[in-house]
């Protein structure tokens, strides 16, 4: 993977808890409520995109708060814009949670 095809999306950028200045890309209405690393990763599969986790990476607003858990990223290939992709793994998520309870 190359970086100039990859794009780097953090949990914060989908997180519900978090503000716009907190790093949140998302409307509220379209973000996750505690987003997991692996649950993006399994979204970002199924809608086609390939990825890789880096779960020992701290969300660079997160890095003076020493409390802020090591939420990891996802590199992901590009292939859409930055906030159609988050859109996209926040609807897959929602669709793989709803599955989940459905069961």
Do not use: C, F
């Not at 999306?9 to 209405?29: C, P």
């Not at 970002?44 to 607003?61: F, M, V």
């Not at 708060?65 to 859409?80: A, Q």
């Amino acid at each position: 993977m190359g970086h100039g095809d990859d794009m780097v999306i953090w949990l914060a950028n989908i997180d519900a808890a978090r503000s716009r200045s907190e790093g949140r890309k998302l409307a509220k209405g379209v973000s996750l409520k505690g987003p997991q690393l692996k649950e993006l990763s399994k979204a970002a599969h199924n809608i086609g995109l390939q990825s890789q986790r880096e779960s020992e990476k701290k969300y660079p607003k997160d890095r003076a708060n020493t409390d802020s858990p090591l939420d990891g990223r996802l590199t992901v290939t590009k292939k859409y814009s930055k906030s159609k992709t988050l859109k996209l793994l926040a609807d897959e998520v929602r669709r793989l949670r709803k599955e989940k309870n459905d069961q």
